[in-house]
């Protein structure tokens, strides 16, 4: 995964996909979405300091896993 978060920073900081990227948190979680999703999943990460300030990590993850349909589990924090 640190292979993973590195080339994506690398990636994200020399597009202008994301130009206020500073780099990822510590915890990560992983979700697959279509490409015609890719417009709305870019304005989703652009805004996750919003989504931050007023969530924690825990419970982002936990809304994310209810809307694909997946129970939570607290394995997910490991």
């Known amino acids: 995964m ?7 920073s ?3 900081r020399n597009s202008d996909v994301l130009p206020d990227f500073v780099g990822w948190q510590d915890g990560y ?3 697959t979405h279509s490409k015609a999703e890719m417009d709305a999943l ?3 990460i652009k805004d996750q300091q919003k989504h ?6 825990r419970e982002e993850l936990e809304a994310l896993l209810k ?3 997946i129970e939570f589990d607290e394995s997910f924090l490991v």
């Open 10 to 12: 690398l990636w994200i």
């Open 42 to 44: 870019v304005d989703y």
């Open 29 to 31: 979680g992983a979700f």
């Open 2 to 8: 640190r292979d993973v978060k590195a080339s994506t």
């Open 52 to 57: 931050h300030k007023g969530l924690s990590f």
């Open 67 to 69: 809307k694909a349909g």
